[in-house]
């Protein structure tokens, strides 16, 4: 079975400044990754995902995430952020197969100015 | 206009009474997932269903059940037996081709 950790609950970070927000991830099998956003008393919205290929996965919004194999992480960046970033941001996992996602607990982004 | 609708936003109940969130989606994908939503938990899966007339439990499936009579829709039904219903329900969608799921915008669900 697959787990995901996000090691932040909270992130607060002042405009501009860039962000990163950590997942880890655990499998026996090769997996599929994604970030959802999620803005308040709304669903999720894809944010990105990694199915294959480049390691190195972008958004529309200047978000990207980089799939490290080794250290199982999938960990989301921004170089610099906006106030209208501020969210909750949910890493999840899915094992190829049954194709039921697991979601890590959230971390919330505070952008302040 | 393609999408998930869930209705209604709020929802409100007394303590023993059974209530069911409607999910409705015109995106015409096969499987659909019932997601409750507590604060600083994530989301865990209550439900699923990958085609019409079939579901399966998720992890936390005990007080709630489903039916799935049509493909577009894939209600759930939160029964008195739920020692906890207070959360955010969430429906998603799944894209076959893509692995992504799409998300309802939500019903809050209250229960005094």
């Known amino acids: 079975a697959q787990s995901v950790t996000q090691l932040d609950s909270q992130v607060p970070v002042f405009e501009e400044a860039p962000v990163e927000l950590r997942c880890n991830y655990s499998?026996?099998?090769?997996?599929?990754l994604f970030w959802y956003v999620q803005y308040p008393n709304q669903g999720l919205q894809l944010l990105l995902k990694?199915?294959?290929?480049?390691?190195l996965v972008e958004s529309i919004n200047g978000f990207e995430a980089e799939f490290n194999k080794s250290q199982t992480s999938f960990h989301l960046r921004k170089p610099s952020v906006h106030i209208s970033d501020t969210a909750e941001y949910f890493c999840?996992?899915?094992?190829?197969?049954?194709?039921?996602?697991?979601f890590g607990a959230g971390t919330i982004l505070r952008v302040k100015s | 206009d393609g999408g998930i609708t869930q209705s209604p936003k709020y929802l409100f109940r007394k303590e023993g009474q059974n209530v069911t969130l409607s999910c409705e989606q015109n995106?015409?994908?096969?499987?659909m997932y019932w997601y409750r939503q507590d604060p600083g938990q994530g989301l865990r899966l209550i439900y699923y269903?990958?085609?019409?007339?079939?579901?399966q439990k998720g992890d936390i499936a005990e007080g709630y059940s489903v039916s799935r009579e049509k493909k577009e829709s894939f209600p759930l039904t939160v029964t008195s037996a739920q020692k906890n219903p207070t959360a955010f329900y969430l429906c998603?969608?799944?894209?076959?081709?893509?692995?992504?799921?799409?998300f309802g915008p939500g019903t809050r669900l209250t229960v005094t």
């Open positions: 998603a969608t799944e894209d076959p081709t893509g692995y992504e799921q799409y």
């Open positions: 999840a996992v899915s094992d190829r197969r049954g194709n039921k996602l697991v």
């Open positions: 990694y199915l294959s290929g480049s390691t």
């Open positions: 995106l015409n994908h096969d499987a």
């Open positions: 499998s026996s099998v090769s997996v599929y």
């Open positions: 269903s990958q085609i019409v007339n079939d579901f």
